[in-house]
């Protein structure tokens, strides 16, 4: 596509419920990137994706989030158990190298809302 | 562990006039890169300028430069002419060079820029 698409754009869920929430890449793009802007916290990184492997997830908060990635394209970013801090905006980003030193193209994320 | 720090949380400028955005930052690598990106309302980041800390000349894209000063770690954002589409946050960035990274990006705290007309 002609962006990086995000889905869904909003997102309200329960407390302790799990969410998933989905990253197109732009085609092509061989890394791909999850950000949570939050107010407290500002813009983390999550995990990184180099293709369908995931050479760095340490900036995953805890074994609540996973994420995987298929066929180099399409990434899922999981939440189980939703709590209240897990209220933030969701940032996917790709990059067509792979270290991302060009810069990254972003999509407008996810808000996710835990109530 | 590197940091960014943007000391302005806000700023405002006429439209037409120029206005720089600070960002100072922590490292102890030698070669990495800044970036400026730019979130406007609709939430989507848009890379402003980018700058390899191994030049020594300051980027710029049209009505966007930096002042890049290694020495200092000091990476300021000038706007000139500004217009009211360029009323958005702005975040400053680090990342360490490619072959001892994965492209993480550093992201300072942000300055929220309005232009007034």
């Known amino acids: 596509g002609a962006g990086v698409s995000q889905s869904p754009s909003n997102k309200v869920t329960e407390k302790g419920k799990d969410v998933e929430l989905r990253c197109d890449p732009i085609s092509g793009h061989t890394a791909l990137y999850w950000y949570r802007q939050s107010l407290g916290q500002g813009l983390e990184f999550l995990i990184y994706?180099?293709?369908?492997?995931?050479?760095?997830k340490s900036g995953l908060p805890s074994d609540r989030f996973s994420a995987e990635r298929t066929g180099g394209s399409v990434s899922t970013l999981t939440i189980q158990r939703t709590q209240q801090e897990d209220s933030a905006v969701y940032l996917c980003?790709?990059?067509?190298?792979?270290?991302?030193?060009?810069?990254?193209?972003f999509g407008s994320g996810t808000r996710l809302t835990v109530v | 562990a590197q940091t960014v720090t943007q000391s302005q949380p806000e700023m405002s400028v006429q439209e037409a006039e120029t206005v720089t955005l600070s960002c100072t930052y922590d490292t102890s690598e030698n070669n990495y890169y800044l970036f400026w990106y730019k979130q406007p309302p609709s939430r989507q980041m848009i890379l402003v300028i980018r700058?390899?800390?191994?030049?020594?000349q300051n980027a710029t894209e049209n009505r966007f430069s930096v002042n890049f000063q290694k020495a200092a770690k000091s990476f300021s954002l000038k706007i000139s002419d500004s217009q009211l589409g360029d009323t958005a946050m702005y975040f400053c960035a680090f990342m360490k060079q490619l072959g001892s990274n994965t492209g993480k990006l550093i992201f300072g705290q942000g300055t929220t820029l309005q232009v007034k007309p």
């Open positions: 980003a790709s990059s067509p190298t792979p270290g991302g030193d060009y810069g990254y193209t």
């Open positions: 700058q390899e800390a191994y030049k020594q």
């Open positions: 994706f180099q293709g369908n492997s995931a050479p760095d």
